[in-house]
């Protein structure tokens, strides 16, 4: 089964808008990590928040993390044509390399030109 | 980077074959490899943790003698799907696990393989 649910599911905003989406999850990890995947492809690693931080920035992703409330956010600002694709969160529970990555059911984001 | 190859990218078989998807990672060791099947819309299921000269660990469901691993070196992990079935038509995804920022362990995905069996 699925370690995270993302909401929304599906996401359709207007080039230049910000893009929010959010993942939760239900037990506790290691770290947190957001991956991106273009249709038909692989994924991609966006980034990588671990359970002691709260907030991270790559570029124009920002990424939140409350451990509290189980879940994160991911922040796509002035959003481009080229940023629409599917965003999994994923979560490491473990601290050994054979750790499992479970990856949450995604958002499929679309960007209106 | 790290790059991990996934060959083929696209196969069509026909009922009751058997086929077989490589992952290598390029420029680095794998020890240790997953492989993922996702189906249209959905996301990844994890099916099985291959690890490098030992047996796969398959997650629960996920028949072993079905869907063979094969980790016989550090940069090559196989997939061989046996006696497949249209059921068995999905998108099977590999990875292999690097070291990230400061030892996290972050994926590093194949293209993926889509496989058709008529």
């Known amino acids: 089964s699925q370690q995270g649910e993302e909401d929304p599911q599906a996401l359709s905003i207007q080039e230049g808008e910000n893009a929010t989406m959010n993942c939760s999850y239900k037990?506790?990890?290691?770290?947190l990590q957001w991956y991106r995947q273009n249709s038909g492809r692989g994924l991609v690693h966006l980034i990588l928040?671990?359970?002691?931080?709260r907030e991270k920035h790559s570029g124009r992703l920002r990424v939140t993390l409350d451990t509290s409330k189980k879940s994160s956010s991911l922040l796509i600002t002035a959003s481009r044509a080229a940023d629409t694709a599917s965003y999994f969160c994923?979560?490491?529970?473990?601290?050994?390399?054979?750790?499992?990555?479970?990856f949450g059911s995604g958002t499929r984001l679309s960007i209106r030109p | 980077g790290a790059v991990v190859s996934q060959h083929p990218s696209r196969v069509i078989c026909k009922s009751g074959t058997s086929v077989k998807i490589e992952c290598r990672s390029l420029?680095?060791?794998?020890?240790?490899m997953f492989w993922y099947r996702q189906f249209p819309k959905q996301s990844l299921m994890l099916m099985a943790t291959?690890?490098?000269?030992?047996?796969?660990?398959?997650e629960q469901g996920v028949e072993k003698d079905k869907f063979l691993i094969n980790h016989a070196s550090l940069t090559l992990s196989t997939l061989t799907v046996t006696s497949a079935h249209p059921e068995d038509s999905s998108f099977y995804i590999c990875?292999?696990?690097?070291?990230?920022?400061?030892?996290?362990?972050?994926?590093?995905f194949g293209a993926g393989s889509r496989l058709t069996v008529l």
């Open positions: 990875s292999a696990l690097g070291q990230g920022i400061l030892g996290a362990n972050v994926l590093t």
């Open positions: 037990t506790s990890i290691n770290n």
């Open positions: 928040i671990r359970s002691n931080e």
């Open positions: 994923a979560t490491v529970a473990g601290y050994s390399s054979a750790s499992k990555i479970i």
């Open positions: 420029d680095f060791q794998a020890t240790t």
């Open positions: 291959s690890n490098e000269g030992s047996k796969a660990t398959y």
